[in-house]
Structure formats: C-alpha cells, structure tokens
C-alpha cells in the first residue's frame, strides 16, 4: 500500500502564506514512482464538493486550479517522497481541508479520478 499523511495547516490572515507538506510512503511508492504517476493537492471546503488544486506528473510538468495560478506552487523533493504545496496571497475563499493523493499514469483532467491513494487531509483556514 501507499500512505500519504499531509501537514503544515493552520490559520493565517488573509494575504499570508503557508506551505503544506505531504509524505508519502509505503512497499507499492516504489512501484508507483518507477512508472509514469500523477501527484496532486485537492481541498474541500465546508458545504461543496472536493476540487482539484495542483497536480505534477512524473516529468515534472504542473497544472493549477485557475483560481490559484500565480499564488500556489506544486513540487515534490528530489526522492519523490514528499509532495508540497506553497500557498501564497491567501484569501478567505481558499479556506478547506486539503488532500494529497498520488495515482497514474497521467495527470488528466478530472484529476481526482485518477488518483489511487489519499490522505486524510490538513486543515486551511484563512481569516479576513
């Protein structure tokens, strides 16, 4: 199997920033890096569905959310095992619970139907 257990939630003021960190582990990563996978960040706010934030794939190559172009940054560490995301010029609107998950073998659009394995989530909450 593959666990995934994400942190670096909290509150912040609008306007701050905040980096979530994802680790991932487990006998099957192996498998799954050694092949072409998707990597990503979802989030889901109180009362609506769970979208799509970020995603990277095996070549490196992100794809956003439109409402978080120019203020969040998908990347992974140079051995795979940890996915991050880097959240700039936060604003209310981007308050959710949010959730790394790896699948393959491509990041297509939508993107959670891919994804194989999740975690159970970091809390964002973002203060006017």
């Known amino acids: 199997q593959v666990q995934l257990v994400e942190s670096g939630g909290g509150s912040v003021q609008s306007g701050g920033s905040l980096t979530l960190s994802c680790a991932i582990s487990?006998?099957?990563?192996?498998?799954?890096?050694?092949?072409?996978?998707?990597m990503g960040w979802f989030r889901q706010a109180p009362g609506k569905e769970r979208e799509g934030v970020a995603v990277?794939?095996?070549?490196?190559?992100?794809s956003y959310e439109e409402s978080v172009k120019g203020r969040f940054t998908i990347s992974h560490g140079y051995a795979k095992n940890t996915l991050y995301l880097s959240m700039n010029s936060l604003k209310p609107e981007d308050t959710a619970r949010y959730y790394c998950?790896?699948?393959?073998?491509?990041?297509?659009?939508?993107?959670?139907?891919?994804?194989?394995?999740w975690g159970k989530g970091t809390l964002v909450t973002i203060s006017s």
């Open positions: 998950a790896v699948g393959g073998p491509y990041c297509e659009r939508p993107w959670e139907h891919g994804m194989d394995y």
């Open positions: 487990g006998y099957r990563y192996s498998v799954v890096i050694s092949n072409r996978y998707c």
């Open positions: 990277i794939d095996n070549d490196g190559r992100t």
